[in-house]
T-cell receptor
Framework: KQEVTQIPAALSVPEGENLVLNCSFT??????LQWFRQDPGKGLTSLLL?????REQTSGRLNASLDKSSGRSTLYIAASQPGDSATYLC???????????FGKGNQVVVIP | NAGVTQTPKFRVLKTGQSMTLLCAQD?????MYWYRQDPGMGLRLIHY???????AKGEVPDGYNVSRLKKQNFLLGLESAAPSQTSVYFC???????????FGDGTRLSIL
């Protein structure tokens, strides 16, 4: 089964610290991996998409890495701010599938 | 751009009633998806479509039907609503290749 796991389910960090969120997946035959942000009562917003041929993607304070051999992706958020408080979800598109496999997310609170 | 628009945003139904949720996208996307999100369960795929006139079952299709008569619209129907279908429903769309999924803001459905 092609599973996506995000641990821990929830975490808190002081403002200014770097955030590190991990995503693991069970099958290395991925087409791409996406990181999303979800605010309470809202839909998901795409943050970064990493193609299978890429090792990382960057957007502003966000950086996502991909290691297919170990089945892991890491989302780094530099110098966290209270506005970064949200749930972050990882999703994998596997070859041969037309749909994403989602992790259950990391609920993040940045403490002022 | 409106992106992905879901209507209605909120609805309360009685057990046994029927209703249709509408999803519209203005990005000319081929793929469209219906998910439900429940506490502790994460996002679960109900049905999806890979193009106009096509539909396919996801993880939890029972009790739901869908139609994709026009490329920009994807309808989700509940024929006889049950309390177990109380949830937040999200629609998403994406294009071909390495493109991110775009989500609507959700429909909050309560069935009494």
């Amino acid at each position: 089964k092609q599973e996506v796991t995000q641990i821990p389910a929830a975490l808190s960090v002081p403002e200014g610290e770097n955030l590190v969120l991990n995503c693991s997946f069970t099958d290395s035959a991925i087409y791409n991996l996406q990181w999303f942000r979800q605010d309470p009562g809202k839909g998901l917003t795409s943050l970064l998409l990493i193609q299978s041929s890429q090792r990382e993607q960057t957007s502003g304070r966000l950086n996502a890495s991909l290691d297919k051999s170990s089945g892991r992706s890491t989302l780094y958020i530099a110098a966290s701010q209270p506005g970064d408080s949200a749930t972050y979800l990882c999703a994998v598109l596997y070859y041969g599938n037309n749909r994403l496999a989602f992790g259950k997310g990391n609920q993040v609170v940045v403490i002022p | 751009n409106a992106g992905v628009t879901q209507t209605p945003k909120f609805r309360v139904l009685k057990t046994g009633q029927s209703m249709t949720l509408l999803c519209a996208q203005d990005m000319n996307h081929e793929y469209m998806y219906w998910y439900r999100q429940d506490p502790g369960m994460g996002l679960r795929l109900i049905h999806y479509s890979v193009g106009e006139g096509t539909t396919a079952k996801g993880e939890v299709p029972d009790g739901y039907n869908v139609s994709r008569l026009k490329k920009q619209n994807f309808l989700l129907g509940l024929e006889s609503a049950a309390p177990s279908q109380t949830s937040v429903y999200f629609c998403a769309s994406t294009g071909q290749g390495n493109q991110p999924q775009h989500f609507g803001d959700g429909t909050r459905l309560s069935i009494l």
